[in-house]
């Protein structure tokens, strides 16, 4: 508090800053730039989705009703999306969690040593996804990648990584697990360095083991923390597009299209905006539906910006 | 400090060294490809040791293409930033004032814009300006990336904000100073090291980006990110270049994703954990 202050007798807290509106201003713009930027697409995209539009017909669109979303209830390599879309985010997120937090668990354990192996953890967090995707096409390439080469030293006949359908679905989880479990162990991390040394050191005198000590003072505290970072890596799965588009481009055939990638397909291949309208529609709604029950618990239960 | 057997730090010590050797491996297996001639890159079993050739690295460097999508990216990454940071330092400092409960709601709402697929925003811009006749320029993915890059500003920003002492604007205010100087001439100068942070992330999302890259820019604004994928070319790929121009791309991140690695996740973690 300042002297001023103290000497009127007033307290002069954030309180008082935040009382009066003038702030406000200061906060507008930015929101009103987000909304314009992305609620008027999203509404622009519901009107394509009852249009004809697409840049290959002769002509000019027209109002069509949901006839576009019943034609994707009959569209096979639209149903067969959603399937791998689900499967890319269960499977990926599930994994970097587990692994997440064994990483941080060793981090946090301070080896010597083990300190330095920190900086090779993140490495994947500074990698652009399009280098992602391209080393590990390299990887998968018969010859010029080493995955089946090393397989082969330990007697293990490699799988077509890029030319099996299920292999193909395993490869692209494989670069998801490698690309981001680093953030989530680092964010995981950084959660357990503020966990106060005394709860372990009571467990010590309780007798507990090292694992135990984990398995019920470090993963009970961490339980918020595995909510809010999973469901930010569901969503950022739900979106995933670089890594599909340069290691399988959905392939082989469209074993690995997503229900956005179909969409990218349809709008930017195809040239059929209506029908890919219709199709980014539903892949909102998807994203929706699995993310509004856990933004509930969010809301709830995690503070944020203190 | 927890009790730790023998077993159990061995176990941790094999664990960390196997996953380190796996993050690793993908990283070192394509800057050797890069290395490599074109007759060792296709040697089988794979060479291990090899006479390194930069020829790959020159050959790129004399690829004009390659080199006006290294200035494309540095112009849209740059432009971006520099917009985004016009609204996001008023933004951040209005939140610092907020009461609580109204500034996580904005801070949430904000998060999950950043965080939302660009796919469901993709296609109205692609009609928008192909009516604009704005498709292929430097602007259309400035402004894109601004919904990514306000969001990732304030949420960086913030944590670094939060920790100026509320004395200073206090004073300031019974100084009779508006919120506009309270703001420029005391706050600004005493979050420097947050501004230059944020703007990092902010610089290396654009610079990363490739959804709407891929869309967008076509020939006068093509970006890095698009540009190297041409080395997967219809007549067969050109792995070395590919690999070469890759390593290239991965140069910032490195140099800068090191220094300000604690940043890239505090925007997240400050605050988000007391659940």
């Known amino acids: 508090m300042s002297l001023v202050a103290r000497a009127l007798g007033r307290r002069m807290g954030p309180e008082d800053l935040g009382s009066s509106q003038a702030h406000y201003k200061y906060l507008a713009p930015s929101i009103a730039l987000l909304l314009v930027l992305t609620i008027l697409p999203m509404l622009f995209t519901v009107y394509l989705s009852s249009s004809s539009l697409s840049y290959t017909s002769p002509r000019p669109p027209r109002f069509i009703g949901l006839r576009n979303y019943e034609r994707l209830l009959d569209d096979a390599r639209f149903l067969q999306s959603i399937p791998v879309s689900l499967l890319f985010i269960a499977a990926p997120v599930s994994i970097q969690l587990a692994l997440g937090f064994i990483v941080a668990v060793i981090m946090n354990e301070r080896l010597p040593f083990m300190r330095w192996l920190r900086f090779v953890f993140v490495a994947p967090m500074v990698i652009p996804p399009i280098a992602m995707g391209l080393m590990w096409r390299v990887l998968y390439t018969p010859h010029l990648g080493g995955v089946n080469y090393f397989l082969s030293l330990v007697g293990i006949d490699g799988p077509g990584w890029l030319t099996e359908p299920n292999w193909a679905l395993v490869a692209i989880i494989i670069v998801a697990v490698w690309g981001w479990t680093p953030f989530v162990g680092l964010f995981f991390l950084a959660v357990m360095q503020s966990i106060p040394e005394e709860l372990y050191e009571a467990g010590v005198i309780d007798g507990a083991t090292w694992v135990q000590s984990v398995r019920h003072i470090t993963l009970p505290l961490l339980r918020p923390t595995f909510a809010f970072i999973g469901i930010f890596r569901v969503i950022e799965s739900l979106g995933i597009f670089p890594i599909i588009y340069i290691v399988t481009n959905g392939g082989p055939a469209t074993a690995t299209e997503t229900v956005n990638f179909y969409g990218f397909v349809s709008g930017f291949n195809n040239l059929r905006v209506g029908y890919a309208s219709a199709i980014i529609v539903v892949f909102f709604l998807m994203l929706f539906v699995i993310v509004a029950p856990t933004m509930r618990f969010l809301l709830r239960n995690v503070q944020v910006g203190d | ?275």
């Open chain 2, 1 to 275: 400090m927890k009790r730790r057997s023998t077993v159990t730090t061995f176990s941790l010590y094999t664990v960390g060294t196997l996953y380190g050797a796996a993050v690793l491996f993908p990283i070192v297996w394509m800057l050797m490809l890069a290395l490599k001639s074109q007759l060792d890159a296709f040697a089988y079993p794979p060479l291990l040791i090899f006479e390194p050739t930069l020829e790959h690295f020159s050959a790129i460097f004399q690829d004009r293409e390659f080199l006006e999508a290294i200035a494309n990216s540095i112009i849209i990454s740059s432009g971006s930033v520099f917009f985004a940071m016009l609204f996001a330092i008023p933004a951040t400092f209005a939140l610092t004032i907020m009461q609580r409960r109204a500034r996580r709601n904005a801070l949430l709402t904000i998060l999950l814009i950043r965080t939302a697929p660009g796919m469901i925003y993709l296609l109205p811009y692609f009609v928008v300006y192909s009516r604009l006749g704005m498709l292929d320029t430097h602007m259309a993915l400035i402004i894109i990336y601004l919904i990514f890059n306000v969001p990732l500003i304030i949420w960086t920003l913030m944590p670094v904000w939060s920790a100026v002492p509320r004395e200073l604007r206090e004073s300031g205010m019974i100084d009779g100073a508006s919120l506009w100087q309270i703001l420029f001439l005391i706050e600004l100068p005493l979050v420097r090291i947050g501004i230059i942070a944020s703007g990092i992330v902010a610089f290396l999302f654009a610079w990363n980006e490739f959804l709407f890259a891929v869309v967008i820019s076509a020939n006068d604004s093509v970006t890095l990110a698009v540009a190297i994928t041409r080395y997967m070319g219809y007549e067969g790929t050109e792995w070395g270049k590919l690999a070469a121009a890759a390593a290239v791309m991965m140069l910032p991140g490195i140099v800068f994703g090191f220094l300000i690695q604690r940043y890239m996740i505090t925007g997240l973690t400050a605050g988000a954990i007391k659940g």
